[in-house]
């Protein structure tokens, strides 16, 4: 960690001096950190003066796990594909990185790459592709957070592309109801999302973690 000075300073960490100090740039090395929520207290004497810090920081070495992919039936639009919602097991998802197959007529298998790319974490997201009117889509989709990791891959199970006037579209054009678990412990509190209809293909519709308290 740094800390920089406007003046020559002599500077130390909880008790500790710095490697180096001295001047107006102080440095120490932190080795053996272990993943979790970092605070130092930072104390500098410069001349009889003594001024003091706080440096905070986060070790996250663990990638994010896509728990669920979610890309509903039809597409109801040959333009785009339809709204995509990801649940994952972590809070500070930074974006999405997706593939998307086209697998022609055929039942749900490998399918051909056709487009791919990455969003931010607005769910859910639409990708914009001329569909074929027939055909099969799925996703892949992985999952990268705030502290640059990127995880494995999750597959959705697909789509048809179909034009607005199928009668799939027009058969509900009213929104499912919804209800909410809520599930708090003493390290993070997660909100579930659930489809309450009985023609919900999708029953768990979203996870997320709204907030996590590391000691």
């Known amino acids: 960690m740094k800390v920089l000075t406007n003046k020559n300073a002599v500077c130390g ?7 180096v100090t001295g001047g107006t740039e102080h440095t120490q090395l932190l080795t053996g950190l272990s993943e979790e929520e970092h605070i130092y207290l930072v104390q500098c004497k410069i001349g009889e003066e003594e001024r003091e810090g706080q440096i905070k920081f986060t070790i996250d070495i663990t990638p994010p796990v896509v728990k669920e992919v979610e890309d509903g039936n039809f597409s109801c639009n040959l333009g785009e594909t ?3 919602f990801v649940s994952t097991d972590e809070e500070a998802i930074s974006g999405y990185y997706y593939e998307l197959y086209d697998e022609g007529n055929n039942t749900f298998g490998a399918g051909t790459l056709v487009k791919n790319g990455t969003v931010d974490a607005t769910i859910p997201f639409k990708v914009n592709f001329d569909l ?14 705030a502290a640059g990791n990127w995880g494995m891959f999750e597959e959705s199970d697909g789509f048809s592309a179909v034009p607005p006037s199928h009668d799939k579209c ?6 499912p109801a919804i209800s909410f678990v809520i599930d708090e ?8 999302m659930y489809c309450d209809e009985p023609g919900c293909d999708y029953r768990r519709v979203f996870l997320s973690v709204i907030s996590s308290i590391r000691k």
Do not use: Q, S
């Open 185 to 192: 412990t003493c390290t993070k509190t997660t909100v579930e």
């Open 82 to 84: 339809p709204g995509v």
């Open 132 to 145: 074929v009117e027939g055909h099969t889509y799925h996703f892949k989709v992985m999952a990268g957070d």
């Open 13 to 19: 960490y909880d008790g500790n001096v710095f490697e």
């Open 170 to 175: 027009a058969e509900d054009e009213k929104a």
